[in-house]
């Protein structure tokens, strides 16, 4: 049955993805007049909590758990914003065949024996969390089978018994599980891997000796192209309608975990709350920069209800333990500013008071937590020094100032990094010290060897009657980015895998986010050309894309629009649309590669969303080969 339901569902894929040419594009480019992101659930903000992987790996226990999260509770974390304690994998015993129920290990979480046999129970822990002010969080796969069974079979609790009972993945028992899981058990999160549909083809050893049924793999993680999205997606889409169906007071979390494989980029914004950019985090500073890079220049891809997760903080171990709180800040703030969850993976009975206020910072917790939910867009990129800014919900900014490399730096912050005026003075406050200092035009910082410099800043804006698009990327969400074969992206920091070390030919990229669409840079990172002239601000995004954009009160929009300097495609010109509500408002002439960016402007007074389209004339698709810029694009009032 489960076998004839795959095949169903391959099916309808292929059928999906032969869905080519001209209707199947004017389709993805349709202005709806309503914003497509993911809006269920319950992450208006980044979340913040605890997650035992990183602690414990699979050796977790009740005690344990509860460890961690009563010092959250008595250190005041709580207080700041932690509120999620999340079971990762380990928890289970086996599947009971007769009615496909899952059973818990009560060995290690003695509470879940309820008196009945193998019929089990979170509930008296989750009741516990619950009287203690947390959200209780669980783990599961998408497969048949979870990650530690299949990538580290040595780690211990593992699932026992037949074949068929160690199968405790979701995969042909979805909406059983997430019922159990919510409607039972009572839990308000869920984090769902993809190692099930990954590492079970027929080359596997746990395959060959009959450790586990055969699962044809449906991720590729070295070749996008091998990958079958619409499958994968579609069984995530499974996950996120039973949590509604579960759940239809809305009060959950779901927390895709694929590591930027299966073309996430594209998709995983509109299904869950979180998605996972990269592989696991490791406790090396390397590791954790290859982690940063996958979100650092996905901000147009992050919105209330939908965030970036470049994996939970490995605070507490390793490059980040108490004698690299150098290292730990940085962690933390580069998470805080480009609104990842976090979620501490420490056991907190070790934790030391720097650690502890580290994590309970709330200056940077702020950051994380604003309400506005514009994640940090780079505006200064080097392998040496970065620079990232973050408009705040007040119209404030806060910028992070962050040396990768092991020499001291020196950097130049500008009132232009801030699109504030260079004639004005510009108020800086240090969240690390909580001192105040001003410049004018700009000032030279020096920032140590792995140092994150982090302030709010505010002063005279650039653009005195509206904002620009690009700096409120959680109000736009590319709908259609253009992309037509996705790519894994260059730029991301090249690490060592711990558990590959230097085997093999080395990592490669595996987020396929090359040529997604950018605040203030084209999608391939350089900076926005139009026949010669550079534009500062604006959105890089490729043609035959739509960009929806909630408007927050503005009257007006307005930009210079063309085609980017970098397009090969150089003699097929593109029109730019405007919709406000789904309703055409104005449409350029078609403009043609190497012309000068010509003004667009639009009433969108009244309308709730602006939707930013740019349709490549003629026949075939355009992809990579042409992309656009939406010059100074900005919504006045």
């Given at each position: 049955?489960?076998?004839?339901?795959?095949?169903?569902?391959?099916?309808?894929?292929?059928?999906?993805?032969?869905?080519?040419?001209?209707?199947?594009?004017?389709?993805?480019?349709?202005?709806?007049?309503?914003?497509?992101?993911?809006?269920?659930?319950?992450?208006?903000?980044?979340?913040?909590?605890?997650?035992?992987?990183?602690?414990?790996?699979?050796?977790?226990?009740?005690?344990?758990?509860?460890?961690?999260?009563?010092?959250?509770?008595?250190?005041?974390?709580?207080?700041?914003?932690?509120?999620?304690?999340?079971?990762?994998?380990?928890?289970?015993?086996?599947?009971?065949?007769?009615?496909?129920?899952?059973?818990?290990?009560?060995?290690?979480?003695?509470?879940?024996?309820?008196?009945?046999?193998?019929?089990?129970?979170?509930?008296?822990?989750?009741?516990?969390?619950?009287?203690?002010?947390?959200?209780?969080?669980?783990?599961?796969?998408?497969?048949?089978?979870?990650?530690?069974?299949?990538?580290?079979?040595?780690?211990?609790?593992?699932?026992?018994?037949?074949?068929?009972?160690?199968?405790?993945?979701?995969?042909?028992?979805?909406?059983?599980?997430?019922?159990?899981?919510?409607?039972?058990?009572?839990?308000?999160?869920?984090?769902?891997?993809?190692?099930?549909?990954?590492?079970?083809?027929?080359?596997?050893?746990?395959?060959?000796?009959?450790?586990?049924?055969?699962?044809?793999?449906?991720?590729?993680?070295?070749?996008?192209?091998?990958?079958?999205?619409?499958?994968?997606?579609?069984?995530?889409?499974?996950?996120?309608?039973?949590?509604?169906?579960?759940?239809?007071?809305?009060?959950?979390?779901?927390?895709?975990?694929?590591?930027?494989?299966?073309?996430?980029?594209?998709?995983?914004?509109?299904?869950?709350?979180?998605?996972?950019?990269?592989?696991?985090?490791?406790?090396?500073?390397?590791?954790?920069?290859?982690?940063?890079?996958?979100?650092?220049?996905?901000?147009?891809?992050?919105?209330?209800?939908?965030?970036?997760?470049?994996?939970?903080?490995?605070?507490?171990?390793?490059?980040?333990?108490?004698?690299?709180?150098?290292?730990?800040?940085?962690?933390?703030?580069?998470?805080?500013?480009?609104?990842?969850?976090?979620?501490?993976?420490?056991?907190?009975?070790?934790?030391?008071?720097?650690?502890?206020?580290?994590?309970?910072?709330?200056?940077l917790i702020a950051l994380n937590q604003d309400p506005a939910g514009h994640q940090a867009v780079p505006a200064y990129l080097s392998d040496d020094v970065q620079i990232l800014v973050k408009t705040l919900a007040n119209g404030d900014?806060?910028?992070?100032?962050?040396?990768?490399?092991?020499?001291?730096?020196?950097?130049?912050?500008?009132?232009?990094?801030?699109?504030?005026?260079?004639?004005?003075?510009?108020?800086?406050?240090?969240?690390?010290?909580?001192?105040?200092?001003?410049?004018?035009?700009?000032?030279?910082?020096?920032?140590?060897?792995?140092?994150?410099?982090?302030?709010?800043?505010?002063?005279?804006?650039?653009?005195?009657?509206?904002?620009?698009?690009?700096?409120?990327?959680?109000?736009?969400?590319?709908?259609?980015?253009?992309?037509?074969?996705?790519?894994?992206?260059?730029?991301?920091?090249?690490?060592?895998?711990?558990?590959?070390?230097?085997?093999?030919?080395?990592?490669?990229?595996?987020?396929?986010?090359?040529?997604?669409?950018?605040?203030?840079?084209?999608?391939?990172?350089?900076?926005?050309?139009?026949?010669?002239?550079?534009?500062?601000?604006?959105?890089?995004?490729?043609?035959?894309?739509?960009?929806?954009?909630?408007?927050?009160?503005?009257?007006?929009?307005?930009?210079?629009?063309?085609?980017?300097?970098?397009?090969?495609?150089?003699?097929?010109?593109?029109?730019?649309?405007?919709?406000?509500?789904?309703?055409?408002?104005?449409?350029?002439?078609?403009?043609?590669?190497?012309?000068?960016?010509?003004?667009?402007?639009?009433?969108?007074?009244?309308?709730?969303?602006?939707?930013?389209?740019?349709?490549?004339?003629?026949?075939?698709?355009?992809?990579?080969?042409?992309?656009?810029?939406?010059?100074?694009?900005?919504?006045?009032?």
């Open positions: 049955m489960i076998e004839k339901a795959r095949t169903m569902l391959l099916g309808t894929a292929m059928a999906l993805s032969l869905a080519t040419g001209a209707a199947a594009q004017s389709d993805r480019l349709a202005p709806t007049g309503r914003w497509s992101a993911n809006q269920a659930g319950q992450a208006p903000v980044p979340p913040m909590g605890w997650n035992s992987w990183n602690a414990f790996y699979s050796d977790i226990d009740e005690e344990k758990l509860m460890a961690s999260a009563r010092v959250i509770r008595d250190s005041g974390l709580a207080a700041a914003g932690y509120r999620y304690i999340n079971i990762d994998d380990g928890w289970w015993l086996k599947r009971r065949q007769s009615d496909k129920r899952m059973v818990i290990r009560t060995d290690n979480f003695p509470s879940a024996d309820i008196g009945k046999g193998d019929t089990t129970s979170f509930k008296p822990l989750t009741d516990r969390l619950h009287a203690m002010g947390f959200k209780a969080g669980i783990y599961s796969d998408i497969g048949r089978n979870s990650c530690v069974q299949i990538y580290t079979p040595q780690f211990p609790n593992q699932p026992e018994g037949t074949v068929a009972e160690r199968e405790v993945g979701l995969y042909g028992n979805t909406d059983r599980d997430i019922a159990l899981y919510f409607a039972e058990w009572g839990f308000d999160y869920i984090k769902v891997d993809g190692c099930g549909v990954r590492g079970l083809g027929a080359e596997a050893d746990a395959v060959r000796n009959g450790t586990y049924r055969r699962f044809d793999p449906l991720i590729d993680m070295n070749a996008i192209g091998r990958t079958d999205i619409p499958v994968v997606k579609g069984l995530f889409q499974d996950v996120a309608d039973a949590l509604k169906r579960h759940n239809p007071d809305g009060q959950y979390l779901f927390s895709i975990c694929l590591w930027g494989s299966s073309d996430v980029r594209s998709w995983a914004k509109d299904v869950g709350n979180t998605s996972r950019t990269s592989d696991d985090i490791t406790s090396d500073w390397s590791r954790m920069l290859t982690n940063f890079d996958t979100t650092l220049t996905r901000a147009l891809y992050a919105h209330p209800g939908s965030w970036n997760d470049p994996d939970m903080l490995f605070i507490g171990q390793g490059d980040f333990d108490a004698n690299h709180m150098t290292e730990a800040r940085s962690h933390f703030a580069l998470w805080a500013i480009t609104n990842a969850p976090l979620l501490i993976g420490y056991d907190l009975r070790k934790a030391t008071p720097a650690q502890l206020a580290l994590f309970g910072n709330k200056a900014k806060a910028v992070a100032v962050f040396n990768r490399g092991l020499t001291p730096m020196k950097a130049v912050l500008t009132a232009q990094h801030l699109k504030m005026r260079d004639d004005q003075p510009v108020s800086l406050t240090d969240l690390w010290e909580g001192k105040s200092s001003s410049f004018t035009k700009e000032t030279e910082l020096q920032v140590a060897p792995h140092q994150t410099l982090v302030f709010t800043a505010r002063g005279a804006r650039a653009l005195a009657d509206g904002m620009y698009v690009s700096e409120l990327p959680g109000q736009v969400n590319p709908a259609a980015d253009g992309i037509v074969a996705p790519k894994g992206d260059p730029t991301i920091n090249h690490s060592i895998i711990p558990w590959m070390s230097t085997r093999g030919a080395g990592e490669h990229p595996q987020y396929a986010g090359w040529g997604g669409a950018q605040a203030d840079r084209s999608p391939f990172m350089t900076p926005l050309r139009v026949a010669g002239q550079r534009i500062d601000t604006g959105l890089g995004v490729l043609a035959n894309s739509r960009l929806e954009v909630r408007n927050d009160g503005a009257t007006r929009f307005a930009a210079t629009v063309g085609v980017d300097d970098g397009a090969t495609q150089r003699d097929r010109p593109v029109v730019f649309e405007v919709y406000a509500d789904g309703r055409l408002v104005t449409r350029s002439a078609a403009v043609h590669a190497g012309q000068a960016a010509v003004p667009v402007e639009a009433d969108v007074g009244g309308a709730r969303i602006v939707e930013l389209v740019a349709r490549a004339q003629g026949d075939g698709p355009a992809g990579d080969a042409l992309p656009v810029v939406w010059g100074e694009a900005r919504l006045l009032r």
